[in-house]
C-alpha cells in the first residue's frame, strides 16, 4: 500500500476531529446536567423571572441541561458545591472565601462589571429618612437588621465597619440583632419599623436592592402609598467591595470550564436579551476573574471570625 502526504494528512485530520468530539462528548455524557445554584436577594418569582433566560442561554451554548436552583441561603450553596451537588454558583465574597476556607473545592471565573466600569459595590446602613438618626453613634440599642451570615454586604462587612467604630459586639451595642434573610427581607424590615438600621449592597442610588424594590413599588407608606428614595438615608458607606464571583467546581472537565466562562463572557451580546433581563439594566457584562482576586475577602473573614471567638470567650 503506498503511503502519501496527502492520506497522512488526511488520517491525521480525521483523528484530529474525532479526539475533539470524543472531548466534547466525555463532558456532555459526563455531566449531561448542570444544577447552578443562586441565592435570591429578592422574591423567589422575582429571581426565577430574572434568571430563566440566561439558564436557557447557557443550556443552548453548553449544549447540556442547566437547572436554576433558588438556594434558601449561602451555606446551602457552599455545602451543595462541597457534595457536587451544585456545579455553577453565584457567590457573594464572603460567602466564596467562607466556601474556599472551608476546603471546598470551587473556582471563580468571572463577575459582574457595573454600569460605569467598576467590579465592586459598598456596604451600607441604611435608615429610614423620617428617622432622627444621622449616624451609627446615635443608634445604642435600637435593632439592626442584617441578611445572612455569610453575606458580604450583609453581615460580614459590617460587622467589620462597626469595629472600626469601636464597636466590636453587635449584640451588645445593638437593642436586637437579627437576621432577616435575604437583602430584600431587611429593606422590608426597615420601611416596616421592625428594625431601625438595616445593612445592605449598594453601588449607586439607581444600582442596589432597594433601588430595584422602589422600581417595583415594593415598598409602602403607612398610607398606601409608594416609599421613595427620599425615604432613606445612608448613615455608613463601607470601603469598595469587589464584586461577588461566579464559580464552577474545580473538578470540572477542563473543556467544560472554559465552555462555562466562554458562554458568560459573551451573554452582553450572544445572549443579549438575556443578559438584559438578568442585569436589569445595571451591568455592563461579566468581567474574567481569578480565585485569587478573593484573597482580601478571606481575610475579612478570618477577621470576623476572630471577633465571633472573642465574644464567645
Known sequence: MTINRRSVLLTAAALAFTASAATAQDYKSKYPELTFAVVPAENA???T???????????KELGVKVNLRIANDYAAVIEGQRAGNIQLASYGSASFARARLTGVKTEAFANDINKDGSTGYYSVFF?????PYKSIDEMKGKNLGLVDPNSTSGNNVPRFELDKMGISDAEGYFGKVVFTGSHENAILALAQGTVDIAANQWTNDNDSTLAQMLNKGMLKNADGSAMKK??????????PVINGPYAYNA?????????????FLDAPTKGKAAFDRLSDGQKQGFHAATTKDWDGT??????VDALRKKKAS
Do not use: C, M, N, Q
Open 45 to 47: 418569582s422575582g429571581v
Open 49 to 59: 423571572e430574572r434568571w430563566s433566560p440566561f439558564v436557557a442561554y447557557l443550556s
Open 127 to 131: 435608615v429610614k429618612a423620617s428617622s
Open 230 to 239: 427620599e425615604d432613606f438615608r445612608i448613615v455608613h458607606k463601607s470601603a
Open 251 to 263: 473538578d470540572l472537565p477542563e473543556d467544560l470550564k472554559t465552555a462555562i466562562a466562554k458562554a
Open 298 to 303: 478571606i481575610e475579612l473573614i478570618r477577621f
